[in-house]
């Protein structure tokens, strides 16, 4: 049991070293020279001091042991050894998530690249510059040059007295848009003393392009293009039933509640009324009023009175669509 410590330091004692050469039968002079480690055998007998197990556990740390058994070095090597409070240590350095943690919302610049992205996302500014764009008013139309008589709004005129000869004549329409998704459309009620329409069919436009009594002719939805006039009513004032008494003329915009366009975007609208014999015009009305609540609007009346076909500048606008006034002027329309 001794000579395990001794066997694990490498390192023997002077009397062992005299023990060895006794047994050994060996004369060497080293014997005179080990009177001086019997000495220290004498000192290292005090090891007997092992069997005060309460001596030798506090005195671990011993001068004996400490210079010759194992304990010292176990001891001393394995706080040494026990190096993790610094593995510790150099974990939570080594660990620098939250330095990573930090970096990331540093790198992670998605708040930024959110905010670019509405700086860069302009389409609410393109959204805005389309309608912009469709404010543009398109280029000048070659309108017919006006040669009537001007008229201002409610300022009635009689056409007879123009022309007593007068038996049919063209109501022409016109307007400029700015926004390219309005389409107007011009239609005609026959009214009758009740001011409402004859019968359903007495209702003329481009779906229903002729009257019942074949007085009056819708030229059709115009597409915009080309010169001249954008839609045309042609009136045989020979071939009108007795029983109307009066012709409204209106401008609707097609589906103006469901795109939510309205008259703000229309401007330069007209009509005139022609003298179809002749082709000579009569009188003109420019249109001067275009507000935004306005999705359609009555631009004039024919109206007979006194044997004299008269015309009215009339040039008021409506909250609704070609359906609201169908249900105005009395006519019946399908669902």
């Known amino acids: 049991m001794f000579d395990i410590p001794m066997k694990t330091t490498g390192a023997m004692s002077s009397s ?48 004996n042991q400490g210079m010759a058994s194992q304990p010292m070095q176990n001891n001393f090597s394995q706080p040494m050894q026990n190096a993790q409070p610094q593995q510790n240590f150099s974990q939570p350095m080594q660990n620098t998530q939250p330095q990573q943690s930090f970096s990331q919302p540093m790198q992670n610049t998605q708040p930024q690249q959110s905010f670019s992205q509405p700086m860069q996302n302009t389409q609410p500014q393109q959204n805005f510059s389309q309608p912009m764009q469709n404010t543009q008013p398109p280029a000048p139309r070659q309108r017919p040059k006006s040669t009537g008589v001007q008229l201002k709004k409610g300022q009635k005129v009689s056409l007879s007295q123009m022309n007593p000869q007068l038996a049919q004549i063209q109501v022409c329409l016109g307007w400029d848009i700015l926004n390219q998704e309005c389409d107007l459309d011009a239609s005609a009620f026959m009214l009758g003393a009740d001011n409402k329409v004859v019968g359903d069919d007495w209702f003329v436009f481009y779906g229903q392009p002729t009257s019942p009594d074949g007085s009056i002719t819708h030229s059709g939805d115009s597409n915009g293009a080309g010169v001249g006039d954008d839609e045309i009513i042609t009136i045989d004032l020979k071939k009108i039933s007795p029983n109307v008494q009066k012709i409204t003329f209106v ?73 609201g006034l169908c249900g105005v002027y009395g006519v019946n329309v399908a669902d």
């Open 251 to 323: 401008v609707t915009i097609n589906e103006a509640r469901e795109k939510r366009l309205n008259f703000s975007m229309v401007q330069n609208a007209y009509v005139r009324v022609v003298d179809k014999s002749t082709n000579k015009e009569l009188v003109r009305f420019m249109l001067s009023e275009y507000f935004a609540t306005v999705t359609s609007m009555v631009v004039g009346e024919l109206y007979n009175k006194g044997g004299q076909w008269r015309f009215n500048p009339v040039g008021n606008g409506f909250a609704e669509d070609l359906a």
């Open 16 to 63: 062992d070293l005299l023990s060895l050469n006794r047994t050994a039968g060996a004369g060497m002079p080293t014997n005179n020279i080990g009177a001086a480690p019997m000495q220290q055998n004498n000192y290292s007998a005090q090891p007997n001091f092992q069997n005060n197990m309460n001596y030798n556990q506090p005195q671990q740390g011993g001068f």
